[in-house]
């Protein structure tokens, strides 16, 4: 046996089911003798960072680890924003790369591979030799999920040519790691919260995605209604519990105006399984009086605004909820808090935007194109939302909840969100999935929608295209600056989508873009809607932070 | 960096009683949107605090006033610095300004106030803000000369200045 065979193997027995990526000199003896042993998908990519991509995608949705493949040296350098990308999102996956032959050191595909994943916050493994392929497999997946991170493992070219002598099955990563135990908090610091808890008389629920993975949802609302809190979510649970009372929206600058009004009342935050970061709590500045109950299951996390919750509790979201909760209940604690009916009031219109803009011919505002978008699609239908001006218009405007809502946002990089969405959908089994993004965004890995047509995914993209790169744009007419310079034309994306042999649509009214995604809602396929917006309309969060309006 | 520009004309008052009247740091703060004045120092100076809305954030600063006057040539000025009470944003303010004569109203006693001052941020906040920190110091600057010549009483507000720039 050689050793790319044994490592095809080990791959195997690791589980994969999905491998994402581009074939090359480095890595195709490898996927040959996958595809011998069967059983495996490789998904071909036209760009090496979108195959990262999708890995990244498969993680953020499976929270397993997702696998990716690229051959040496350039194969290698074009995954630095997808690997950087990844990191950043935690998303656990290991990417197969081929390394130059040691024993050719002028190969023309030359690079220092271990230098370039440090500097792309991804761990590094080389095979170096044909009996450590074994030990390295299984390192690159246990690394991964311990740490949840990317890894490269690195494959030199005449390694992978030598011979295997080992008749041993393989041993999986699984068998290193203990198996999952929830963490659960210190008693005498669960008291220490309850105390605080139970002096709050307006508490808040932060939510993350933390809270989310640990199925902490009616922990959340139990709690929530005992104590009176206002739920809210940070960006990365986005509309999670929406349909439940009292329920805010997301903390951080993409919360409404009413929310943010009633997190400044705050005095307590209750933190689940959400980083706290800069993001979520504007450096402190939405919470001015609160003091802050932490959980999370990491040892410790300091909050965006570099302090420390009053109390942390290294715990899984959900159960801490419940220890919690049951601590209150034995007190007999029971408080109105925020629960009161003129709060319902003001937060059920909370989502109306009264600025007007003037919307030029031909084109639409994009706010009322989301608010569409959300009627149209079912909400069995999950979204990702795009960068750039885009997620400020679709972040504010998807209201409804959904299996799953995926924000970018990471390494805040463009295009990032198509492989991502790709990936998810090979995750789920190939569920319908909306993507909602920006023009320059979508023009970046255009020409992997042909992954989309050739795996014939049910992806829709809606291009809410204003022919800027729009975040400059609206930034350089705050600065009086020249913004045509901003300003790049694009072609009619929804032929450029079918001329692939997809589906695809362009529109200037909202009325077209019902229709086409009415279209795409009968029948899912690979799609894009090439949606004309207007560079006058202004997203909330710009309005805020270019003009200091607070609507 | 902002900067600050305001002038404006108090056409029923003397430039004395207008002075009298910026002379006096309570009055003076109580035309700045959102500050109060604390306990005065030994050495003079004050201590005070800023509410600001930027945006979605309400920020309220804490800071240490000093105040210099010259009552002879009624000219002054006022040195604020301070933090914000999340400590995560610092901001140091210079304000000169001085009374004259209103000009081309020579004789009949009216007066104009020109305010020049310079305005620094820095820190977290810096960067939320963005431009918006300009505008809402602007506003602030604007809304102040406001207050300030309703209190000298009926004067008109000259070359009133543009809140978006």
Known sequence: ?551 | MIEINERFDVSCAAPRDVWKLLSDPHAVVECVPGAALGDEHEDGSFDGTLAVRFGPAKVTFRARIELALDDDKMTGSVTARGKDSQGGSRFRATMAFRVAGQAGHAGQGGSTVIIDGENEITGKLAGIVEAGARIVVKRMAAEFAENLAARCGGAQIKDKPQAAE
């Open chain 1, 1 to 551: 046996m050689k050793v790319y065979e044994r490592l095809a193997e080990a791959f195997k027995a690791e589980g994969v089911t999905h491998i994402f990526g581009m074939m090359g000199d480095g890595n195709m003896y490898w996927l040959e003798a996958l595809d011998k042993l069967g059983g495996v998908n490789m998904l071909e990519v036209r760009h090496e960072g979108v195959g990262l991509g999708m890995a990244d995608g498969w993680a953020r949705q499976t929270h397993g680890v997702g696998v990716c493949t690229a051959t040496c040296g350039p194969g290698v350098t074009q995954l630095a924003t997808a690997f950087v990308t990844a990191a950043r999102a935690q998303s656990p996956l290991v990417a197969f790369v081929g390394e130059y032959p040691g024993r050719d050191q002028d190969y023309i595909q030359r690079f220092e591979q271990a230098p370039f994943a440090a500097a792309c916050e991804a761990g590094f493994i080389r095979i170096a030799t044909p009996e450590y392929a074994d030990e390295a497999v299984r390192k690159a997946f246990y690394l991964a999920k311990l740490e949840s991170r990317p890894i490269m493992l690195s494959a030199p070219m005449d390694v992978q040519q030598m011979k295997f002598e080992d008749e041993d099955p393989y041993v999986p990563s699984s068998t290193l790691l203990p198996k999952q135990r929830l963490v659960r908090a210190d008693a005498q610091a669960l008291e220490e919260a309850a105390d605080i808890i139970a002096s709050a008389k307006k508490p808040v629920i932060v939510a993350g995605r933390g809270a989310l993975w640990s199925g902490a949802g009616e922990a959340v609302q139990t709690l929530g209604k005992r104590i009176g809190a206002l739920i809210a979510t940070s960006l990365r649970a986005k509309n999670w519990m929406a349909d439940k009372e009292y329920h805010a929206g997301v903390s951080g600058l993409y919360a409404t105006k009413t929310a943010i009004n009633l997190f400044e009342e705050a005095d307590v935050v209750i933190a689940v399984g959400a980083s706290m970061n800069r993001y979520t709590t504007e450096h402190g500045y939405l919470y001015p009086n609160a003091r802050y109950v932490h959980l999370d299951p990491r040892p410790h996390v300091m909050m965006g605004m570099g302090r420390s919750a009053d109390c942390y509790l290294q715990t899984d979201g959900r159960v801490g909820l419940e220890a919690l909760d049951a601590i209150l209940a034995k007190r007999g604690h029971q408080s109105t808090g925020y629960r009161t009916g003129e709060v319902l009031e003001r937060l059920a219109n909370q989502y109306e935007d009264r600025t007007e803009f003037d919307i030029e011919a031909g084109t639409m505002d994009p706010r009322k194109l989301c608010r569409a978008l959300d009627e149209v699609v079912p909400q069995s239908i999950g979204l990702l939302t795009g960068s750039g001006a885009s997620a400020g218009f679709s972040t504010m405007n998807f209201i409804k909840p959904r299996p799953f809502i995926h924000a970018a946002q990471f390494f805040a990089c463009i295009g990032q969100m198509l492989p991502a969405a790709m990936g998810m959908i090979q995750a789920t089994g190939g569920k319908p999935l909306m993507l909602v993004e920006g023009d320059a965004s979508t023009m970046m890995h255009l020409s992997d929608f042909d992954t989309a047509v050739r795996y014939n995914m049910p992806l829709l993209v809606v291009v809410l295209n204003d022919q800027a790169l729009g975040s400059e744009y609206q930034k350089m007419v705050a600065h009086k600056m020249k913004a045509e310079l901003s300003t790049v034309r694009t072609p009619d994306i929804g032929s450029v989508a079918r001329a692939f042999g997809g589906r695809g649509a362009l529109a200037t009214t909202v009325d077209e873009v019902r229709k086409a995604a009415a279209e795409w809602v009968a029948n899912p396929g690979p799609m894009i809607i090439d949606a004309r917006i207007s560079r006058n309309a202004i997203t909330l969060a710009h309005r805020r932070v270019l003009y200091g309006k607070d609507e």
